[in-house]
Nanobody, 121 residues
């Protein structure tokens, strides 16, 4: 079993910043990719940012320059720095890891439970 836990969400005013964290634990041999997704009310879940094992990153075009994804010093951690937040950033944010297991050499996607980010004046 693998568990992902997000933290750092909350209520902020426009222009403020938040940093989300995600930590994975369990049956992990390697992490092939890490990413953040979000889902706003009435909308489909969308990509925020992804980072791969080679250090490559991919961002939603609308978020480049405001959001930054990074791997933590702890191997199984990931962060999303969100600056200059806007009301349209309001959503539930989910972390996603693609993990190769130790037990059966299978690659699976795992999702966190989500953390609410609300940007409002």
């Amino acid at each position: 079993q693998v568990q992902l836990v997000e933290s750092g969400g909350g209520l902020v005013q426009p222009g403020e910043s938040l940093r989300l964290s995600c930590a994975a634990s369990g049956d992990i041999f390697s992490i092939q990719a890490m990413g953040w997704y979000r889902q706003a009310p009435g909308k489909q879940r969308e990509l925020v940012a992804v980072t791969t094992a080679d250090g490559g990153t991919n961002y939603a075009d609308s978020l480049k320059g405001r959001f930054t994804i990074s791997r933590g010093n702890t191997e199984n951690t990931m962060y999303l720095q969100m600056d200059n937040l806007k009301p349209e950033d309001t959503a539930i944010y989910y972390c996603n890891y693609r993990i190769l297991s130790c037990s059966d050499d299978a690659t699976r996607n795992y999702w966190g439970q989500g953390t609410q980010v609300t940007v409002s004046s």
